[in-house]
Nanobody, 124 residues
């Protein structure tokens, strides 16, 4: 059974940083693409970042480009999201997900397994 567990969320002031982690079990993440998504209260889930199986290809939402960095440590079966220069608009529950494919995707429906989410709150 595939399980994804996010951690690293919390409360931070605007301009601050957080690093989210997504530990995966039941699947060797080195074979699959991974993604981060977020959902703010009253809004639909949106794509944040994604990374291919090797880490050689990454995608970002325009709203986070230049501030967030997705990376992976396949030896630890873990994916990270480094978030810098955080803004109040980044406040949301952040989810990691894995899809049964090598290549990353911006589409949430293409991901097979999801974590339970971690709350990120950015105060102004």
């Amino acid at each position: 059974q595939v399980q994804l567990v996010e951690s690293g969320g919390g409360l931070v002031q605007a301009g601050g940083s957080l690093r989210l982690s997504c530990a995966t079990s039941g699947r060797t993440v080195s074979n699959y693409a991974m993604g981060w998504f977020r959902q703010a209260p009253g809004k639909e889930r949106e794509f944040v970042a994604a990374i291919s199986w090797s880490g050689g290809s990454t995608f970002y939402a325009d709203s986070v480009k230049g501030r967030f960095t997705i990376s992976r440590d396949n030896a630890k079966n873990t994916v990270y999201l480094q978030m810098n220069s955080l803004k109040p608009d980044d406040t949301a529950v952040y989810y990691c997900a894995t899809r049964t494919a090598y290549w990353a995707s911006r589409n949430g429906y293409e991901y097979d397994y999801w974590g339970q989410g971690t709350q990120v709150t950015v105060s102004s």
